[in-house]
């Protein structure tokens, strides 16, 4: 999925909120701010994606400020209230593999640029699939040999959690992290802070700390899992963007909430609609 219109002025608020998170020093939060505009200004085109320019602000901004994470702290209010509203949420669900997946999909309302109130109101709700393509996956999933989950934002870990043990029963389940901070995605680190690295069963990063997956900058291993994975579980807005773009092969499936319009636009569904699609 390419940049819409509306993705400059997202960026540019993720400039913002991403220098301003990473110092309290006001003349380098501005110079932050000011050269990620100048990469924002010169990046942006209706040819690439937003996660690419996303990833070159985030490395411009750690670099000025030198903090290597700047949603730390973001980060640690995010599982906090993601481990609370799991031990509410997960009450609404039953042990199968459609309950799994929208307990799974509840999490991705968690967005580091909505209130922590609106994400609780969200993961509150239950779940309603506006595209739904779990009957298909489920069974393909009973017949594969080795699935990668994508994983998002580091509150869903705990949802994702149940239905990762679930699909395990059936096939190999590689969860895939990111290597390094970037924004509020799930790092190794996380894991273990949360005390949950040997819940997952196998864990693996894409080598590259980037929202979404490009693939020019991904490990040659985190490659290699990809193209002889069966099926590719990805979660969030940033993996659609990144699996959207390549040919649909019927082995990529999207489970997210559709919290921007371009997004939503390019799935035809509307905004904060929960989407399970077999891609």
Same mark, same amino acid.
């Given at each position: +999925?390419?940049?819409? #219109?509306?993705?400059?002025?997202c960026?540019?608020?993720?400039t913002?909120?991403?220098?301003?998170?990473?110092?309290?020093?006001?003349?380098?939060?501005?110079?932050?701010?000011?050269?990620?505009?100048?990469?924002?200004?010169?990046?942006? $085109?209706?040819?690439?994606?937003?996660?690419?320019?996303?990833? %070159?602000?985030?490395?411009?901004? %750690?670099?000025?400020?030198?903090?290597?994470?700047?949603? *730390?702290? +973001?980060?640690? %209010?995010?599982?906090?209230?993601?481990?609370?509203?799991?031990?509410?949420?997960?009450?609404?669900?039953?042990?199968?593999f459609?309950?799994?997946?929208?307990?799974?999909?509840?999490a991705?309302?968690?967005?580091?640029?909505?209130?922590?109130?609106?994400?609780?109101?969200?993961?509150?709700?239950?779940?309603?699939?506006?595209?739904?393509? $779990?009957?298909?996956?489920?069974? *393909?999933?009973?017949?594969?040999?080795?699935?990668?989950?994508?994983?998002?934002?580091?509150?869903?870990?705990?949802?994702?959690?149940?239905?990762?043990?679930?699909?395990?029963?059936?096939?190999?389940?590689?969860?895939?992290? %990111?290597?390094?901070?970037?924004?509020?995605?799930?790092?190794?680190?996380?894991?273990?802070?949360?005390?949950?690295?040997?819940?997952?069963?196998?864990? +693996?990063?894409?080598?590259?700390?980037? #929202?979404?997956?490009?693939?020019?900058?991904?490990s040659?291993?985190?490659k290699?899992?990809?193209? $002889?994975?069966?099926?590719?579980?990805?979660?969030? +807005?940033?993996?659609?963007?990144?699996? $959207?773009?390549?040919?649909?092969?019927?082995?990529?499936?999207?489970?997210?909430?559709?919290?921007?319009? #371009?997004?939503?636009?390019?799935?035809?569904? #509307?905004?904060?609609?929960?989407?399970?699609?077999?891609?």
């Amino acid at each position: +999925m390419k940049l819409a #219109p509306n993705c400059y002025d997202c960026l540019k608020r993720l400039t913002r909120q991403a220098a301003g998170l990473a110092t309290r020093d006001a003349s380098l939060r501005q110079k932050a701010i000011e050269e990620g505009i100048k990469i924002l200004d010169s990046q942006f $085109s209706y040819d690439e994606m937003s996660i690419v320019v996303a990833t %070159k602000i985030h490395r411009l901004i %750690k670099e000025i400020t030198g903090n290597p994470d700047p949603y *730390r702290l +973001m980060k640690e %209010k995010e599982i906090k209230l993601a481990k609370e509203l799991y031990a509410e949420a997960k009450l609404q669900y039953h042990d199968s593999f459609r309950d799994y997946l929208k307990l799974a999909a509840t999490a991705n309302a968690i967005d580091f640029f909505r209130a922590p109130s609106i994400i609780a109101d969200d993961i509150r709700k239950p779940v309603n699939f506006v595209i739904d393509d $779990s009957e298909q996956i489920e069974a *393909r999933l009973k017949g594969a040999s080795k699935v990668l989950y994508l994983a998002d934002n580091v509150g869903e870990i705990y949802f994702d959690l149940p239905l990762v043990n679930w699909i395990r029963q059936f096939v190999h389940v590689i969860y895939v992290v %990111k290597p390094l901070p970037v924004q509020d995605d799930v790092t190794l680190e996380n894991i273990r802070e949360a005390g949950l690295e040997g819940k997952f069963g196998s864990i +693996m990063t894409t080598g590259v700390a980037s #929202p979404g997956i490009i693939f020019a900058l991904a490990s040659d291993e985190f490659k290699e899992e990809f193209e $002889s994975a069966d099926i590719i579980f990805a979660k969030g +807005m940033g993996h659609y963007e990144s699996l $959207s773009e390549l040919p649909r092969q019927g082995r990529f499936f999207c489970c997210l909430m559709a919290k921007c319009k #371009p997004v939503a636009d390019s799935l035809r569904v #509307p905004v904060s609609s929960y989407v399970a699609i077999l891609w």
